[in-house]
């Protein structure tokens, strides 16, 4: 893979960061990228902080909502799953009067007032995502 077309989004207050990316994406044919994003989450923004103590065969994450307007910092990746859909898998931070946490972006991280994200295609072909692991019901990176 070599990297293509390089991008720069402003997403805006409101706005949903994985469902903007993988829209965005999808419009513009990148299957392939690397992204980063700063700026600010919004109350009720919720994102997934850690695995539970599983239960059976499946394990439920943790997830933390936002009380209040956090700063955001993150990086990801996308990637399509078995139908050729861009699936955005992005970690970070929000932060908010000295005290942080980290997860995944994969729920409902909302901007609050805005957000700007840098899109980096890759181009070639590569990975996909597929439910591999059932215990999590999340699309695994799968190197084919």
């Known amino acids: 893979m070599r990297e293509g077309r390089v991008f ?42 850690g695995p539970t103590v599983p239960v059976g065969d499946e394990i439920e994450p943790l997830t933390f909502t936002l009380g209040d307007p956090h700063e955001l910092t993150g990086t990801g990746t996308v990637f399509p799953d078995t139908d050729g859909v861009p699936v955005l898998h992005m970690h970070g931070s929000v932060g908010r009067e000295g005290r942080s946490s980290t997860g995944c972006f ?35 990176l799968e190197i084919r």
Do not use: Q
């Not at 044919?29 to 700026?39: L, P």
């Open 8 to 49: 720069v989004l402003t997403l805006e207050e409101g706005e949903v960061l994985h469902e903007s990316v993988e829209a965005f994406c999808r419009r513009n044919g990148v299957s392939y990228a690397t992204v980063i994003a700063v700026g600010g989450a919004a109350p009720g923004s919720e994102f997934v902080v």
């Open 106 to 140: 994969r729920r409902n991280m909302v901007v609050w007032l805005t957000m700007e994200v840098v899109v980096r295609e890759l181009v070639g072909s590569g990975p996909v995502r597929s439910e591999s692991d059932p215990r999590i019901r999340a699309k695994l």
